[in-house]
């Protein structure tokens, strides 16, 4: 039995609840990302919230308002907030001031009519009649003397009833002694019936509609859960979902002008649903005279509050709000709040102006990062960033934190001056910007480093060939040796005049650079781009004078008589160069795709700068020539074959009679043969050059 319960839990602990005192504060977990408070509200109605992306436009949570402004003018009704609680010594108490310092006033006391019962529950219907539990049979009493007016014995025989509310409807819901729940209709308060049977467990405290559901504190395993159960229009029952634990001896639950409360023997709570939270209202200062049930004040009156965006609208009761609305005007808005109460169609219109403030804007800087090879490169100086990070804006609190859920908690704050203990990994904090008029924050991750500075190794120094007086040298041919196999990721490496540059990184050196002197010194900067940690070192450049008077040893090999796709190839055994014009040189000794024509080959020794120059021809016949005398190819010989005048070239008619020999001395043929012009017709040629080579091929006369 429940009175049993109760007793015994006399020497239990008081369940413990956070509580702000008189702090208002509207839940925005529908509206804004975690990282940002609740929504600031003033005595005037203004609803202030924080937009994170800067444009002026937020989800609204609508309903946080409706609440908010339902319980500040509810008064206007005249009708006043607050909790009724029945006690074990069967009196009665009012709870009121339910959003600022509670207030407690007994109301009156029963414990002589119900014969030394405690009033197990209590409830309150729309014209404020009083109705309480003892034991096994539900009372109708004076609400201001506590005397009975009417009882009603339902047969029960000992099985208390823990539990009992009406609905707005003035129907009595009763439970506690079964797993069901069950209604007594309005007109027939003696006669019980089933509303609906749980199947395990039983009614622990109250059966309440808050707005268009109702709520159930249920009796299971040993624990108390709250049921929320969706009912039709005439409050029958639909289905159910379990919202989670409520605290251990929930015996009263209360609805109250949208919000719900709970009852334990030592306390009255209240219950947030969406997470579910519980947040203490006022303890019982008298823990002899336990509390049993609670009800609302204004439980069994429905309030329907609207949201409107033009006063328009409001007076017209038309395009009410959604629960979750986006402002339609950057920065803000006013909206008109309409509260109607639905029993006798009473309603006022409230003005609320909603203010949406941005989050503080700053420059993230990434990474502050020290260099190994510094001294303290563990210590950071914190502070010293916030002028990079907050830019120009004021009234901007800038802290800096270890965890991203320390910034948001606003909580554990780091020195000015942080020394990072392990520097083997960047260290990441977290950097908060809190706007201390608006308390709008915003905040980002920002890196501790201490970097490892790339190395300069020691390249040989560079000498080059140069020809005449103005030198290009390729400066950054030296890296490979610089970096000496560490990765070039993130690696910048420049060239300078001086060593002070090269500290600075100041000035660098044009690549290729045109050197002027002969010989100079090239200071060397290798920076790690993303850390800026760097180290520097210097080699030597000289230019070498082209020497002509040593020989170079090579040889040429062509390959030619197409018009374009010859090429020329140098055979040698040394450390060469190779150039077609004196001035490029190439490391390859291959030239491919040339046109016919006179080459001038340049072999250069890189390590004494020793020049060889030859001349290479390469060679092509015409296809066709027509000896007409008109003075367009009248005449068929090699091309070029005049570079070579020891050339030998045999032409031979289709059946292998040598016609005529030439060289490349004279013109060529004129397709006569003892001076008699011979017939339009193929012929073929054998040219043996000056080297021994030998080609074939034919060509036509035509005329």
Not at 233 to 251: K, Q, R
Not at 639 to 664: A, Q
Request: glycine content about 8%; overall charge negative; some cysteine.
């Amino acid at each position: 039995m429940r009175l049993f319960l109760k007793t015994l839990f006399l020497f239990l602990p008081v369940v413990a609840f956070s509580q702000i005192a008189g702090q208002r504060s509207i839940s925005l977990n529908t509206a804004l990302p975690i990282s940002q408070p609740a929504s600031r509200i003033t005595n005037n109605n203004t609803f202030s919230f924080c937009d994170t992306d800067s444009d002026g436009f937020i989800p609204i949570d609508m309903e946080s308002i409706k609440n908010t402004v339902l319980d500040e003018n509810v008064d206007q009704f005249g009708t006043e907030q607050g909790i009724f609680i029945s006690t074990r010594f069967a009196k009665v108490h009012l709870i009121t001031n339910l959003n600022g310092t509670p207030l407690k006033t007994e109301i009156c006391d029963g414990s002589s009519g119900l014969g030394g019962y405690g009033m197990l529950d209590i409830a309150i219907n729309q014209e404020g009649e009083t109705y309480v539990a003892a034991i096994d049979k539900i009372y109708k009493i004076n609400s201001a003397t506590c005397a009975i007016d009417t009882s009603y014995d339902l047969g029960l025989n000992g099985n208390s009833i823990t539990s009992l509310s009406f609905d707005r409807n003035h129907n009595i819901y009763l439970g506690g002694f079964d797993t069901s729940v069950y209604r007594m209709n309005n007109g027939a308060y003696g006669s019980m019936q089933l509303w609906h049977d749980f199947g395990a467990g039983a009614a622990a405290g109250d059966f309440v509609m808050c707005k268009d559901k109702m709520y159930v504190a249920w009796r299971l395993n040993s624990g108390c859960r709250l049921y929320e159960v969706t009912v039709d229009s005439n409050t029958n029952y639909v289905s159910h979902i379990d919202l989670g634990d409520l605290p251990d001896y929930t015996y009263g639950l209360a609805s109250e002008l949208g919000k719900l409360y709970g009852v334990t023997p030592y306390q009255l709570y209240k219950i947030n649903r969406n997470p579910m939270t519980f947040t203490a209202v006022l303890n019982n200062d008298n823990v002899n005279d336990e509390w049993y049930g609670a009800a609302g004040k204004n439980e069994a009156v429905n309030f329907e509050v609207q949201i409107f965006a033009s006063e328009q609208d409001a007076q017209n009761n038309q395009n009410p709000l959604p629960g979750t609305w986006t402002n339609t005007v950057s920065g803000g808005q006013t909206v008109y709040v309409v509260i109607r109460n639905t029993i006798n169609n009473q309603f006022i219109t409230i003005p609320a102006d909603i203010v949406v403030n941005v989050a503080p804007a700053y420059t993230n800087p990434q990474q502050l990062v020290h260099c190994e090879s510094d001294s303290n490169a563990n210590v950071f100086d914190l502070r010293a960033a916030e002028t990079g990070i907050v830019g120009s804006q004021s009234n901007i609190i800038c802290t800096f934190h270890e965890s991203q859920n320390d910034a948001i908690n606003n909580s554990n704050p780091l020195p000015d001056v942080y020394t990072c203990v392990n520097t083997a990994a960047p260290k990441t904090i977290t950097v908060r910007l809190t706007n201390r008029l608006t308390g709008c924050f915003s905040y980002f991750d920002f890196i501790l480093e201490v970097a490892p500075k790339p190395n300069f190794y020691q390249p040989k120094d560079l000498s080059f060939c140069a020809s005449g007086s103005d030198y290009m040298v390729q400066l950054d041919d030296q890296n490979a040796q610089i970096l000496n196999g560490q990765s070039a990721e993130d690696i910048e490496i420049t060239f300078h005049h001086s060593m002070s540059d090269a500290i600075g990184g100041n000035n660098p050196l044009p690549v290729p650079y045109h050197m002027l002197a002969n010989e100079m010194e090239v200071f060397v900067r290798i920076e790690n781009t993303y850390s800026g940690c760097f180290d520097t070192g210097s080699f030597h450049v000289k230019a070498i004078a082209e020497n002509h008077n040593f020989p170079v040893n090579y040889t040429v090999d062509t390959n030619d008589w197409t018009y374009e796709q010859n090429s020329i190839q140098v055979l040698s055994d040394g450390n060469y160069e190779y150039s077609l014009d004196g001035i490029s040189y190439q490391e390859s000794p291959y030239f491919a795709n040339l046109s016919v024509g006179e080459y001038q080959l340049h072999v250069r020794d890189k390590d004494n700068c020793s020049v060889s120059i030859k001349d290479i021809f390469l060679l092509m016949y015409p296809k066709f020539f027509t000896p007409n005398g008109d003075g367009y190819h009248d005449f068929w010989n090699i091309m070029l074959s005049s570079k070579e005048p020891d050339m030998k070239i045999e032409i031979y008619d289709r059946y292998g009679k040598v016609i005529t020999t030439l060289n490349g001395k004279g013109a060529g043929w004129d397709g006569n043969y003892h001076h008699q012009q011979l017939p339009a017709s193929d012929y073929w040629f054998t040219v043996t050059r000056e080297n021994g080579k030998e080609f074939k091929g034919h060509f036509t006369l035509t005329r």
